[in-house]
């Protein structure tokens, strides 16, 4: 589950402009704008929030998803 306010905090790790994440994505600018406004849990199919988590991947972001593991993201060392 991958939440509106990770999104912000990895693009913020990875310095990257909400271009940048949607180029890396294959989204659109639209859809990363829409999922960032999302306060919790993003509403988007499978597809869309498995292109995003590997977009951050590749940047060395990676997300703390686990449930118990607290909401977040950070840099690979």
Same mark, same amino acid.
């Not at 990895?10 to 294959?26: D, N, S, Y």
């Not at 991947?57 to 686990?66: M, N, Q």
């Given at each position: 589950?991958?939440?509106?306010?990770?999104?912000?905090? +990895?693009? &913020?790790?990875?310095?990257?402009? $909400? =271009?940048?994440? +949607? $180029?890396?994505?294959?989204? !659109? =600018?639209? @859809?990363?704008?829409?999922?960032?406004? @999302?306060?919790? =849990? =993003? $509403? &988007?199919?499978?597809?869309?929030?498995?292109?995003?988590?590997? &977009?951050?991947?590749? +940047?060395?972001?990676?997300?703390?998803?686990?449930?118990?593991?607290?909401?977040? &993201?950070?840099?690979? !060392?």
């Amino acid at each position: 589950m991958l939440t509106g306010e990770q999104i912000r905090a +990895a693009r &913020a790790l990875a310095r990257w402009g $909400q =271009v940048e994440l +949607a $180029q890396a994505a294959g989204l !659109s =600018v639209e @859809t990363i704008k829409r999922l960032e406004k @999302t306060h919790g =849990v =993003v $509403q &988007a199919n499978l597809k869309t929030v498995t292109a995003i988590i590997r &977009a951050f991947e590749g +940047a060395g972001v990676v997300f703390e998803l686990e449930k118990g593991a607290g909401p977040g &993201a950070r840099l690979l !060392s």
